[in-house]
């Protein structure tokens, strides 16, 4: 200790010691937040069991960017619904919500390994003469369908599969009053019970946005 120094006390030097302690720790922590997170890796379909599973989870890859994750799942499905007539959006005080009605036509998209059947059966219906763009009417889609299937017999495992679906029966080119379909007319096909609920609630989800009105048609990939 040099002349004059004033010497160094036990509580002087257990202060300073508390104070190095607090500075290293405050720049490890700031050093920490400096360092960013790693990234959570993104999921895959096989991660989840359902397509509802996989839709709430948002973080698989949208194949064909219509905000529908994994359609290749089983159902349950997001909307909790198998027969494609999703219903409108309704907002709190009663009335419909906003949605869109493109001037062109949309094309509604699914995967064709996933719905083989429904493929097969929409190819066969087109070749006898039923028409590919659709238009959307949500309106009084269950007393068409229920019209169009009443003398259809039920079987095991299977549903009766129709084309145009009861909600793409709107007025439109080719589907007005007396034109075929004559609104509650369709081509109808057996198909496996899984497949045609997934397809139906799959289209559901993918037509929610859109307006009654909205032209649309299959597009499978």
């Given at each position: 200790m040099g002349p004059g120094a004033r010497p160094v006390t036990r509580r002087a030097l257990i202060v300073a010691v508390v104070l190095a302690a607090l500075a290293a720790t405050a720049v490890a922590v700031s050093a920490a937040s400096a360092t960013p997170a790693s990234p959570?890796?993104?999921?895959t379909c096989g991660d989840y069991a359902t397509q509802a599973a996989a839709q709430r989870a948002h973080d698989t890859r949208d194949a064909d960017?219509?905000?529908?994750?994994?359609e290749s799942l089983p159902c349950p499905c997001a909307n909790g619904n198998s027969g494609g007539a999703a219903p409108r959006p309704v907002a709190s005080h009663g009335t419909a919500t906003s949605c869109t009605r493109p001037r062109g036509v949309v094309p509604i998209g699914f995967s064709a390994t996933t719905y083989p059947d429904i493929r097969a059966h929409w190819l066969?219906?087109?070749?006898?003469?039923?028409?590919?763009?659709?238009?959307?009417?949500?309106?009084?889609?269950?007393?068409?369908?229920?019209?169009l299937l009443a003398g259809i017999p039920t079987r095991p495992g299977m549903d009766r599969d129709e084309y145009p679906p009861a909600v793409g029966r709107g007025r439109g080119a080719h589907l007005v009053r007396g034109s075929n379909p004559r609104g509650w007319r369709a081509d109808v096909a057996?198909?496996?019970?899984?497949?045609?609920?997934?397809?139906?609630?799959t289209m559901g989800i993918k037509l929610r946005r859109l307006c009654d009105g909205t032209r649309f048609r299959y597009v499978f990939y």
């Amino acid at each position: 200790m040099g002349p004059g120094a004033r010497p160094v006390t036990r509580r002087a030097l257990i202060v300073a010691v508390v104070l190095a302690a607090l500075a290293a720790t405050a720049v490890a922590v700031s050093a920490a937040s400096a360092t960013p997170a790693s990234p959570r890796p993104t999921a895959t379909c096989g991660d989840y069991a359902t397509q509802a599973a996989a839709q709430r989870a948002h973080d698989t890859r949208d194949a064909d960017g219509d905000g529908v994750y994994c359609e290749s799942l089983p159902c349950p499905c997001a909307n909790g619904n198998s027969g494609g007539a999703a219903p409108r959006p309704v907002a709190s005080h009663g009335t419909a919500t906003s949605c869109t009605r493109p001037r062109g036509v949309v094309p509604i998209g699914f995967s064709a390994t996933t719905y083989p059947d429904i493929r097969a059966h929409w190819l066969r219906a087109l070749r006898r003469g039923w028409p590919r763009i659709l238009v959307l009417d949500r309106s009084g889609a269950d007393a068409r369908r229920d019209r169009l299937l009443a003398g259809i017999p039920t079987r095991p495992g299977m549903d009766r599969d129709e084309y145009p679906p009861a909600v793409g029966r709107g007025r439109g080119a080719h589907l007005v009053r007396g034109s075929n379909p004559r609104g509650w007319r369709a081509d109808v096909a057996y198909v496996p019970s899984a497949e045609n609920r997934s397809h139906g609630s799959t289209m559901g989800i993918k037509l929610r946005r859109l307006c009654d009105g909205t032209r649309f048609r299959y597009v499978f990939y």
